[in-house]
Structures are given as structure tokens and as C-alpha cells.
């Protein structure tokens, strides 16, 4: 099973930046998960929450900020003194490093009520497309179905997951019609006779947020093909499957 740093690595570094990224790498993480959204001027930044509050020391919307201004704010004393000159990081720029550093993303695109799922899509799309970022380093999820149907026309070649809370009765139905390789759950939900029919369907299975070794090393012996995770737990026995 393998390790997926969840928004980097979450317990060692401020969340969606990249000292998250280069303390993915220092653990031996080949994974790591990010938060992608849209700023006031439509370009695309790691960020999880709808407002800049938490983990920034800037107040209000994130769509409702430039990239100029969000480009100037701290995104990492609040996690701590250590990490005050840390920035915000645009997607070109993280999987840059992602690349450099041979680390896969989880690019998930994340959306609020108010948001434009087509232009998230299109913007996330076109970075890649500027970048000379390798396809099978990539596996795009979403909560948002209509996102996956977005980025498999933008982008074919990169594999998608869709992301649910709990796995819904018509899984299988949905992972068809939306052509995805990959089923993201929350582990809490999840029993192990529905991680046996989503493997035995052909499909990988990954689980989040999980940050107990027991835990992980259940969902292992389950047939779980990777988890997220904020901590950096050891690599759980279990079946060795490769994640999209
Ligand atoms: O992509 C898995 C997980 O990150 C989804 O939940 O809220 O941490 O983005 P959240
Ligand atoms: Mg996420």
C-alpha cells in the first residue's frame, strides 16, 4: 500500500506549499495530495479552504483576492515561527518541483458552492499543458463529478478519481460513466467487503485522512491501494499495488 501525503504532509509543514512538498520528499513519500483553486484572476493556487483565514494572515475570500495580493501573504506562521517566509505556491511552480523532486500529485480540484467548476477545469488544464509535466505523475480527483467529465476532455491522458465521503450504492456505475481508474473514500465509511468489490471491479481504492498506523495497516491488509495522510506513518504490509 502506499503513502499519499495529504496536502503535502500536513503534521510537518504548513499544508498546500512547498516546504509540505520537500518534507514529503525528506520522509520517502512518492505521493503527495493538494487543494487546487482559482484566484480573482484565474490562476490556479494551492490552497484547501474557501477563506484565507486559517492559514494565511490574510482575511476574506480567497476568489476574491489576486495572485499579487495572495502572492504577498504569509501562508506558514501560523503553522509556525519556523515556516514565516513560506508563500503561497501556484500550481505551475509545485509540480515543477514535484517533478524535479520525482514526486506523483494528487491534484484534487477543489470547488465551493460559488465557484466555476468549467474555469477551474480549463485553468488547471492549461497549466498542465504549459508544463512539460509527465501524464503518469498526475491523477486528478474531485467531489464534483462534472470536474472529472471536464478533465477527461481537457486532458485524456491523465487519470482521474472521483472523491466521495462515503462510497455510494451506483459506485460502480459512476467510476464507468465518468471513466475514472481510481476511488477516493473517507476510511471512517468504509467496510471491508466494499474495498474487496472496488478492487474486484479493477479499480483502485484510496483512503483518507488516515493518521493511525492501525488504521493504515488495516486498510492494508483490505486491499486499500494508498492512503492520505498528515503524518509520516511507516509503509503498511499488504498487497503492493501500484495507484494510477
Ligand atoms: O483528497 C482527499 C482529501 O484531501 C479530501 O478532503 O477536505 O482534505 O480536501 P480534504
Ligand atoms: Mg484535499
Not at 472496488?198 to 492512503?227: E, H, K
Request: hydrophobic share 40%.
Amino acid at each position: 500500500m502506499l503513502l499519499c501525503g495529504h496536502r503535502g504532509l500536513a503534521s510537518l509543514a504548513p499544508e498546500n506549499t512547498l516546504s509540505g512538498l520537500d518534507a514529503a520528499h525528506k520522509q520517502g513519500l512518492t505521493w503527495v495530495e493538494i487543494d487546487v483553486q482559482l484566484t480573482q484572476d484565474n490562476q490556479v493556487v494551492l490552497f484547501h479552504d474557501e477563506r484565507l483565514h486559517r492559514c494565511t494572515n490574510g482575511r476574506g475570500l480567497l476568489r476574491e483576492h489576486s495572485w499579487q495580493q495572495l502572492s504577498r501573504l504569509d501562508a506558514g506562521r501560523w503553522f509556525s515561527a519556523e515556516f514565516a517566509s513560506e508563500r503561497l505556491v501556484l500550481l505551475h511552480d509545485y509540480l515543477t518541483h514535484a517533478a524535479r523532486l520525482n514526486i506523483k500529485v494528487n491534484i484534487e480540484l477543489k470547488l465551493y458552492p460559488k465557484d466555476n467548476a468549467a474555469n477551474l477545469s480549463q485553468q488547471v488544464s492549461r497549466v498542465i499543458s504549459c508544463g512539460a509535466f509527465a501524464h503518469a505523475n498526475l491523477l486528478f480527483s474531485s467531489f464534483e463529478p462534472n470536474s472529472l467529465v471536464q478533465m477527461q476532455r481537457l486532458q485524456p491522458t491523465i487519470a482521474r478519481a472521483l472523491l466521495v465521503e462515503r462510497i455510494p450504492t451506483d459506485w460502480h456505475a459512476a467510476l464507468q460513466r465518468l471513466d475514472c481508474a481510481a476511488l477516493n473514500c473517507n476510511h471512517r465509511h468504509l467496510t471491508q467487503a466494499q474495498a474487496q468489490a472496488v478492487n474486484a471491479a479493477g479499480y483502485q481504492l484510496n483512503c483518507y485522512t488516515v493518521n493511525s498506523q492501525r488504521q493504515a495497516d488495516t486498510l492494508a491488509s483490505w486491499g486499500v491501494n494508498m492512503i492520505f495522510t498528515d503524518k509520516p506513518l511507516r509503509q503498511a504490509p499488504g498487497a503492493q499495488h501500484q495507484a494510477p
